[in-house]
């Protein structure tokens, strides 16, 4: 049969996000795929040039919709290692409760878009039922929902009373409960397995060579996680990565599933170890040099390139993004699959445009 | 059948999972981030709000004794309210409503001569305004 070209995107049911693909297909069935990006560019990296490096941190926090934490700590990192300060144990430990928090609330919005992908919407509520929970501790403890604006070049900018910790504990153990009974349904249902085993397979040797991260990554079996580097307080706390196998579409689902219970046993081990103290610290000066930081989102590792020469704006701000890093691998396990997979495979990345067009 | 029954029970036993939203509002928490608000009879329109904003949504006219804040531009980050030395800008726990048209937000009010001693900017926070 003849070669049809049908566009993917930039507008579908399926993509909160515009990424735009050119899918070639043959009988049903895609041979070639171009991507197209930039349609949300909106030039937030020369913003350095007008904000000066503490306002910069709002506007960082902008990049991303969904993980804005963990790009404002990143940043915050980076001018901190720059500046040559130590930020106060109680603040990195309050910097990793959020920034877990962040993570499970990110998954679990992937576990329902990706449960809405193949048209389960139940489920898809139920997981954004939990995502709602966690809302409500962010909105608690730091005044905003998702844009939580907590970090400073220096520390945070809000503490957790004894009470809140405490309340936070009980939430999360509600949420550790809900989680359990959607599992089965996620990981045993007939119908989901249907549509996620054995679907965009990556080899780990194809995941190794097209250099993906995060949690596609780690579901190809390669074990490598940025939490890993033990950033902030994590290199006090027992971590692991979590690791699948397979490659496909359901190991990526329950390699993200559990993360969320990571998360919560990670947030645990913070709240019991939590050192009592001040929260931030006055910094003097101006940042000078250049650094590279490295964090854990949760689509993966993100990457800030930060450099100074002592004025009031930085001189040259770089940010690659995970899913930047993801797009190649998605464009080599979509040849020779159905055109009706695509939606799912493609979900299956987690792709953040607005992230990797900044 | 036998893993739907038990679901099914538990969900009709259990409260319902959502709230019938205008007639139930749920009490809003503590020191979120709502509305800014700014006490005039207390802001000595000392500019540091208007300095250190990201969104550069609020000016300040020393001389005249005005403020004005674009609520449209703001991000309610909070840092002006942080920071403000006159401890004038606060944030309301409620949101602000949606308008079907953009305003702005002008207050006027007596223009002081100098900070009082005990509400000093911090020194970090100098070193930055006068640029």
Redesign the interface.
């Known amino acids: 049969m003849l070669k049809t070209i049908i566009p993917f995107g930039p507008q579908h049911p399926v993509l909160p996000e515009p990424l735009h693909l050119k899918l070639t297909v043959e009988d049903e069935i895609i041979t070639d795929v171009f991507p197209a990006l930039g349609f949300v560019h909106r030039g937030l990296e020369n913003l350095v040039n007008i904000?000066?490096f503490?306002?910069?941190?709002?506007?960082i926090e902008?990049v991303c919709g969904i993980c804005s934490m963990l790009h404002a700590m990143c940043f915050c990192q980076g001018i901190e290692e720059m500046m040559g300060v130590e930020v106060p144990p109680r603040a990195k430990f309050l910097r990793i409760i959020w920034s877990e928090l962040h993570r499970m609330q990110s998954h679990l919005l992937w576990l329902g878009l990706f449960a809405d992908s193949f048209g389960f919407e139940s489920l898809f509520m139920q997981f954004w039922?939990i995502r709602e929970k966690l809302l409500?501790i962010n909105?608690?403890t730091t005044?905003?929902r998702v844009?939580i604006?907590v970090n400073v070049i220096g520390g945070v900018?809000?503490d957790l009373s004894g009470e809140q910790l405490r309340s936070m504990l009980s939430d999360i153990s509600w949420i550790e409960d809900e989680m359990g009974?959607l599992e089965?349904t996620l990981l045993s249902d007939y119908t989901v397995k249907k549509r996620t085993v054995g679907k965009g397979v990556l080899s780990k040797e194809k995941a190794f060579e097209l250099g993906v991260v995060g949690p596609t990554a780690r579901a190809s079996g390669i074990a490598q996680d940025m939490r890993m580097l033990g950033y902030s307080a994590l290199g006090q706390l027992d971590f692991e990565p979590v690791v699948g196998t397979d490659g496909d579409c359901y190991a990526r689902s329950k390699v993200r599933f559990q993360e969320v219970r990571q998360s919560i046993n990670l947030v645990r081990q913070a709240i019991a170890k939590i050192p009592e103290g001040e929260i931030r610290i006055?910094?003097?000066g101006r940042p000078a040099g250049e650094t590279v930081t490295r964090v854990e989102q949760p689509r993966g590792e993100l990457f800030y390139y930060i450099k100074a020469n002592g004025s009031?704006n930085l001189e040259r701000l770089r940010i690659r993004t995970p899913t930047f890093a993801n797009i190649p691998a998605l464009l080599s396990i979509l040849p020779g699959m159905w055109l009706s997979d695509v939606p799912v495979v493609v979900l299956s990345i987690d792709p953040c445009i607005s992230c990797t067009e900044r | 059948m036998f893993k739907m029954t038990p679901n099914v029970i538990r969900n009709l036993l259990h409260k319902k999972a959502t709230r019938l939203y205008p007639r139930l509002i749920r009490p809003a928490f503590e020191n979120v981030r709502g509305a800014l608000f700014n006490d005039v009879a207390q802001c000595t329109f000392c500019g540091v709000c208007a300095v250190k904003c990201p969104s550069q949504c609020i000016a300040v006219d020393k001389k005249a004794g005005i403020w004005i804040y674009d609520p449209f531009a703001c991000v309610f980050c909070g840092i002006c309210a942080d920071i403000c030395p006159a401890e004038s800008l606060h944030q309301q726990s409620e949101y602000r409503l949606p308008l079907a048209g953009r305003e702005t937000i002008t207050l006027k009010g007596e223009p002081k001569q100098k900070i009082e001693k005990t509400t000093q900017i911090p020194e970090e926070e100098n070193d930055d305004s006068k640029d």
């Not at chain 1, 503490?54 to 506007?59: F, G, L, R």
């Open positions: 904000r000066d503490q306002q910069m941190i709002q506007v902008r039922k409500d909105e608690a005044g905003n844009i604006s900018r809000r009974l089965t006055k910094i003097k009031k």
